[in-house]
């Protein structure tokens, strides 16, 4: 810690001084180098002030005491500093120096949503019985405002209790019941009501006054603070999760400070990620507008997601001209050019299509912005088939334009970063405008059929899923979407699961005595743990940005296998010549060293390393390695669609990997592409299909419900 504050200080004063400028790096230039050797500028000695670090106050309160370290973990590298101003680097150091007290409050109000609080509400007993002092102190360093004198009446009124508002109401005569409706009409008073007299305060003044007296003190952490301490946390963490809030943050140093959880040890990288303060600044608003339309698609708030949506539309040409000309024959790392704004407009937009889509007026909308998605090269390449597949839908279903749809297909085939689920879905768009009997010419069915025999002929699958059918009572009481099942009807017992419960229970019966339900996380926990070092132990540009990240930039990029070629293939040879038995104990030695870590293993899958070494005994050495070479190749699209359920029988070797579905579920299509692949290893897969056994009578209704039956 003292060594990190006497870097941070050390920092600061050199950046007053001078030495350390406003950052403006050629990114392309580091990253086609392979080196960077930060730069000092010349010191300006007329610089008159300088900051000391005996005014620096060290926390004693835990939160605080994170924040403090988020803070000179940052500023120890020079570089950090070139991203803030002389204003903004004295409001750094306004931070390092105040009392405990205010340390302590100042954290905790900064997890607070921003607005205005008023200060009697405010209660923390760790840190005062009276906070007005010290919100006093935060308020002479700028860092909270106190006056509302500039504030809206409205966000005044609704800080008020229903009861004040209600005594408002009554001293002015003014009719309104409830807190809502008492706000509105007085509102609509102080719009109204003029003053009797010239030079007379009029009765929105006087009645502005009163709210100030019901509020008393009232503080809002200052607009800029903000701002800055939202800086600070992306350069300590800029890969962060949108969906995280500043609260999600600091709760994550907190279980790393206490050691409950615990990040892989790597080497951060050194490398610049964000040219200049302005890049820095438009990647935080284009990530914060992300962060809200994520929030607003999981509140279902369709119209505020397309408001956002028409927002990344007006803000992408201008980020999108000047990046197309700085990634032209780029060799900048994807991994990087995902911290460029437009890339975080391009998500938003994206993100927000679907809210188009559910109504007629705004179909339009959502036409044009897929169109602007695919018609476009600089960023999210490899999500243009799904796009191409929303339009032709849209075309096929909602515009009813089966000729515009083919059209669409045409080019579509013809991109070249389709993936194979891409390729699948294009198949069945095709399959089905063939089978058609109205609205398409014949013309056009030739054309779908020549690209049947052609193009898309590569993407069918080639083998038959073996599968079996179950039956069993059905609940008709859902959680979360999910279906409930009598697993167990005995006379002392009835237990009841999901659906992957209820087969996982017939898999019993039939011969293996243990199985997990898994999905994804099987053949993440797999690669992760047989290629740790691969993924954890290689020093590439700008992959280890965070002391608190789990996996390297680049594995969600399509460089990831071609920056590790060489190490990958080795490793893949020197595991192919392992015998079944060798594996499976390689396998649980590298898991029991890992599992504390947080990475992208999920070791809750299974509880009892000795599972894992069992599943991989049984699943062979071509079946453990042919799956991770499907994620080592292409992480982002295979870490999901892997079948539900593994059940095993150690005793016998045998296994199944299952893919469950309940009725009127069916495959989609990554399921479908994962099914093949496993068949296509030699391992064994079964589709389960699970089946409600209720009969119905004449009169529709359903027959009393009998003992399940498998």
Request: hydrophobic share 35%.
């Amino acid at each position: 810690m003292e060594e990190l504050i006497s870097t941070t200080i050390d920092n600061l004063n050199l950046a007053k001084e001078g030495a350390i400028a406003n950052n403006d790096i050629d990114l392309e230039r580091v990253y086609s180098d392979r080196k960077f050797d930060y730069e000092y500028s010349h010191i300006d000695t007329t610089t008159s002030t300088r900051y000391e670090i005996s005014d620096v106050v060290v926390p004693v309160d835990m939160y605080s005491l994170h924040f403090f370290l988020v803070v000179v973990i940052v500023f120890s590298n020079p570089i950090n500093c070139g991203y803030f101003n002389e204003h903004e680097l004295n409001l750094i150091f306004s931070l390092l120096t105040l009392s405990r007290g205010a340390q302590a409050l100042f954290i905790r109000m900064l997890k607070r949503k921003h607005a205005w609080h008023r200060v009697s509400s405010i209660k923390y007993a760790e840190v005062s019985d009276d906070l007005r002092p010290t919100f006093d102190e935060l308020v002479s360093r700028s860092i909270f405002k106190s006056s509302t004198n500039e504030e809206d009446m409205s966000v005044l009124l609704n800080l008020l209790q229903a009861d004040e508002i209600r005594k408002l109401c009554q001293e002015s005569k003014i009719s309104g019941s409830g807190k809502k409706n008492g706000v509105q009409s007085i509102l609509k008073f102080c719009k109204e009501t003029k003053s009797l007299f010239p030079g007379m305060p009029s009765p929105a003044v006087k009645l502005r006054a009163s709210v100030n007296k019901l509020l008393g003190n009232c503080v809002l952490l200052d607009d800029t603070v903000k701002e800055v301490v939202d800086r600070i946390v992306t350069l300590l963490v800029p890969n962060r999760d949108p969906t995280e809030t500043m609260a999600d943050v600091f709760l994550t140093i907190l279980q790393v400070e206490t050691n409950q959880m615990k990040f892989p040890k790597v080497g951060i990288s050194d490398f610049p990620i964000f040219a200049s303060k302005k890049h820095l600044l438009d990647y935080i608003e284009a990530k914060s507008t992300l962060s809200d339309v994520l929030s607003a698609i999981d509140k279902k708030q369709w119209e505020a997601v397309r408001d956002l949506g028409s927002l990344a539309a007006k803000r992408l040409p201008l980020h999108l001209e000047m990046e197309r000309q700085s990634l032209e024959d780029s060799t900048l790392p994807q991994h990087i050019r995902h911290f460029l704004p437009g890339y975080m407009w391009f998500k938003v937009l994206s993100k927000s299509v679907d809210a188009f889509k559910k109504t007629k007026e705004t179909m339009p909308q959502a036409i044009e912005f897929l169109q602007m998605l695919i018609n476009q090269d600089c960023h999210m390449r490899g999500k243009k088939g799904r796009w191409y597949n929303e339009l032709i839908k849209i075309e096929m279903y909602h515009r009813k334009n089966l000729d515009g749809s083919v059209t669409l297909l045409s080019d579509a085939v013809l991109c070249d970063s389709l993936t194979e689920v891409d390729r699948l879905d294009l198949l069945d768009r095709a399959e089905r405008l063939v089978k058609r009997k109205s609205g398409i010419t014949q013309r056009t069915k030739n054309t779908v059929k020549q690209m049947l025999d052609s193009t898309l002929s590569k993407a069918r699958l080639t083998s038959e899923q073996s599968s079996v059918t179950i039956e069993g009572t059905l609940c008709q009481n859902f959680t979360q979407g999910k279906s409930t099942w009598r697993i167990s009807n005995c006379v002392d017992e009835k237990v009841y699961g999901t659906v992957e419960s209820f087969a996982l229970h017939h898999y019993r019966r039939e011969g293996y005595p243990k199985g997990v339900h898994c999905e994804g996380a099987f053949p993440v926990t797999l690669f992760g743990t047989l290629f740790w070092d691969e993924i954890y132990k290689m020093n590439i540009p700008g992959a280890w940005v965070s002391l608190y990240q789990d996996a390297p930039l680049d594995l969600f990029s399509s460089e990831f296998y071609e920056n590790r070629k060489e190490q990958f293939d080795m490793k893949l040879q020197v595991m192919r010549k392992f015998d079944s038995e060798t594996m499976s104990r390689h396998l649980k030695h590298e898991f029991d060293l890992h599992r504390e870590y947080k990475s992208v293993s999920q070791g809750n899958v299974f509880d009892d390393s000795n599972n894992l070494q069992e599943v991989a005994f049984c699943l062979g050495v071509e079946g453990v390695v042919g799956i991770c070479e499907r994620l080592m190749h292409n992480f982002l699209l295979w870490r999901a669609g892997f079948p539900d359920l593994i059940v095993w029988n150690v005793s016998t070797e045998k296994y199944k990997i299952v893919e469950v579905k309940g009725p009127g579920d069916s495959l989609s299509t990554k399921q479908k592409l994962w099914l093949e692949y496993l068949s296509q290893l030699g391992l064994n897969t079964e589709v389960c299909y699970c089946k409600s056994n209720a009969r119905h009578t004449k009169s529709g209704r359903k027959r009393k419900h009998e003992e399940v039956t498998i």
